[in-house]
């Protein structure tokens, strides 16, 4: 257990439906970031927040997707009508940028089945 | 862009050291980093080299070469646990970019 948790831990939902998943990250931990992660491959940078602020959006991640991280504390993904390509496992991610040191602590992730 | 190339799968027996290579084509490196993964789970840290040369870890070793845009992961005295999914990862200023990742088997 690192610290990091998510939830929930599976979501199965139908196409065109929203979702919604959190991630509480290490609470000393200034930045905090959204992967996705298919069977096969390694994770894909979604997005990040340094605090409060959103400060990177990967191409991946398309209008249907938003992310907040309101307090500079837990953060939301949501998926707006969702497609069977959104079928993946998210994981979060958090670290403390100090000095050189930004090693990132990974959750448990959240695995969305769309159907 | 960014890519990482690593072996897709290394097949070893318990005891034995196995050296997981992993190169590299990036723009704005900071370093090279290694996950483990087990299957269903999260990607765990092992270690990270900013610097050319290696570093260890107990029963785990991390070598790069930046000059050569090359790093390796050697684990040494195998166990059943260490079978997972090794992933290097390029860090960049804000994130990571994860290999494709390689599948270590372990057998007895």
């Known amino acids: 257990d690192t610290g990091v948790s998510q939830n929930p831990r599976h979501k199965i939902t139908k196409r065109g439906q929203n979702v919604t998943f959190r991630c509480d990250p290490i609470?000393?931990?200034?930045?905090l970031y959204w992967y996705r992660q298919t069977l096969g491959q390694g994770p894909e940078f979604l997005t990040y927040?340094?605090?409060?602020?959103?400060?990177?959006k990967s191409r991946l991640l398309s209008d249907r997707f938003s992310a907040e991280r309101p307090k500079g504390s837990f953060s939301t993904l949501e998926i707006q009508r969702t497609e069977q390509g959104d079928s993946a496992m998210y994981l979060c991610?958090?670290?403390?940028?100090?000095?050189?040191?930004?090693?990132?602590?990974f959750g448990p992730g959240t695995r969305l089945t769309v159907l | 862009g960014q890519s990482l190339e690593q072996p897709s799968e290394v097949t070893a027996v318990e005891g034995a050291i196995v050296q997981i290579n992993c190169t590299y084509q990036?723009?704005?490196?900071?370093?090279l980093s290694w996950y483990q993964q087990h299957d269903g789970g999260a990607p765990t840290f092992l270690s990270y080299?900013?610097?050319?040369g290696l570093e260890e870890t107990g029963r785990f070793s991390s070598f790069l070469s930046r000059s050569d845009s090359y790093g390796y992961l050697l684990l040494q005295e195998l166990q059943m646990k260490d079978s997972a999914s090794y992933f290097c990862?390029?860090?960049?200023?804000?994130?990571?970019?994860f290999g494709t990742g390689t599948r270590l088997l372990v057998s007895p």
């Open positions: 927040f340094q605090n409060e602020a959103q400060l990177e």
């Open positions: 609470s000393e931990h200034n930045r």
């Open positions: 991610a958090s670290s403390l940028v100090q000095g050189g040191n930004n090693e990132q602590f």
């Open positions: 080299n900013a610097l050319d």
């Open positions: 990862a390029v860090r960049g200023f804000q994130k990571l970019v």
């Open positions: 990036t723009s704005g490196f900071y370093g």
